[in-house]
Structures are given as C-alpha cells and as structure tokens.
C-alpha cells in the first residue's frame, strides 16, 4: 500500500467535499433555491472527486501494481469522506436530494461516494491499451 496515495485522495477529496459545501450553501443563500443548492453540491463534489483520484493514481502507474493503487485509493476515498465535516450530518453528497439529512443520508453518501471514486479508479489505473500510442514515441 501506499501511504502518500491513501493520504493525498484522503485530503484531497474531503477538503473538496468541504469546499463544495460552502459554495453550494451560498449559492442557497443567494438564489433562496435550496435545491440548487443541493445540486450545485452534487455536482462539485462528483467533479471533485473524478478529478482528485485520477490525479492521484494516474501518475502512479508504475510505483505499484494495481492492486495496490486501487486499495490505496479506495482507503483515500473512504477516509476523505469519514474527515468530511459535513458527514456526519449527512450533507456530503447527492442522498440529501432523495430524503432528509440523518443515518440514511450518511449510508447513500457513502456508497455512492466509493461508487463514484472507486470507478474512477478503476479507469485511471486499467493499463495503456495496445494500440495506444506511448506518450514518448515520436509523432
């Protein structure tokens, strides 16, 4: 396994859910919408987390077998959604949208938040394929 990966998707994707909350709980405040607010979350937090474990895996393809960078990335994903303030309130993610803010929410939050980050990792770390042209051949 590999610390500095579990640490950076860790760090990366809950301080994103973070941010994601701030600004979709002002956009609410703005436009009086709390629903546009609450998609505004999803879809920040869905970017965030496409986003934070392809830069983090994708670069690593060659420090370790795959293995260990999808368990190291869906350890990172787990925790960055367990040091999310916003958690245990239940408002991290898109369950908000189906029913109110409590265990439920944090349970859907969850799953569809190692969902979404576990296929990404998924995709970021499936080998080349062979007709793919390699980054350092000549054009």
């Known amino acids: 396994m590999q610390p500095a990966l579990v640490a950076q998707v860790a760090v990366t994707t809950g301080s994103a859910a973070l941010l994601s909350r701030f600004a979709a709980g002002y956009l609410a405040q703005q436009t009086g919408d709390l629903q546009a607010g609450l998609v ?9 987390l496409l986003a934070a474990t392809w830069l983090a895996v994708r670069p690593r393809l060659l420090q370790g077998t795959r293995a ?3 368990v190291g990335a869906t350890l990172g ?5 367990a040091l999310s303030p916003t958690t245990w309130t239940g408002r991290t993610y898109a369950a ?4 109110a803010p ?15 980050g ?4 998924a995709v970021a770390s499936a080998p080349a394929g062979a007709r793919e042209r390699a980054t350092y051949a000549p054009r």
């Open 102 to 116: 409590g265990a439920t929410t944090v349970l859907l939050d969850l799953a569809l938040w190692l969902l979404v």
């Open 118 to 121: 576990g296929a990404t990792v």
């Open 68 to 70: 260990q960078l999808r």
């Open 40 to 48: 505004l979350r999803v879809l920040l937090v869905t970017a965030a």
């Open 96 to 99: 908000e949208l189906v029913t």
């Open 77 to 81: 994903l787990g925790l960055g959604y």
